[in-house]
């Protein structure tokens, strides 16, 4: 019994843990709080699986209790460090592309995870669900207690956070440029 339970939890961390670990990650801006949270998240699932009343919400079931060790760890601990998003793309295992789309992808994904690491948490958590889990709004309005307008107005004020902080990025890199050659 003890091994098909074993087997059961390491099949459950192979199907979901890329997932939930990228979005923790995102979440709490460090690798080591991220597996903290995810590894606590199968804790949790593998005590209580039969609170889950309906076998087919398994993965967001296990997404919600990850969103929640997050905020618990977002509570509990001064965040001094920003970590760049490097550290998640050696966490997600992808097809390779070319050297081309490697460079050109590298330089997005960093400026891109600068500004998303740089917003307040309600905007990032809101960000991460609807474009990096490919939640939709009711569904991330279910996943953090919040009503539906709440998290629209948290999208649009995260996005439009994220294009003026990658604008000002923008504007910086141009400046410094210019600088460098005069």
Known sequence: MKEKDEAALRAL??????ELMRTAYLLVKDKQAA???????????????AQL?????????????TVNRC????????????FPLSHVEQMIEEEEPGPEEL??????????????????YKYRETIVLFYFNGLNVAEIAEQTSSN???VKARLARGRA???LMLEEQEDGNETGARARVH
């Open 161 to 163: 956070k994220l294009k």
């Open 148 to 150: 539906e307008n709440t």
């Open 13 to 18: 961390m192979e199907r979901y843990g890329n």
């Open 103 to 120: 460079l050109i992808d590298a330089w997005r994904n960093k400026k891109l995870s600068e500004a998303l690491l740089k917003l307040d």
């Open 71 to 82: 905020r618990m760890k977002m509570r509990t601990w001064s965040w001094s460090r920003i």
């Open 35 to 49: 597996e903290e949270a995810v590894m606590d998240t199968f804790i949790q699932a593998y005590r209580k699986i």
């Open 53 to 65: 009343q309906d076998p087919d919400r398994l993965g967001s079931w296990l997404l919600r209790i």
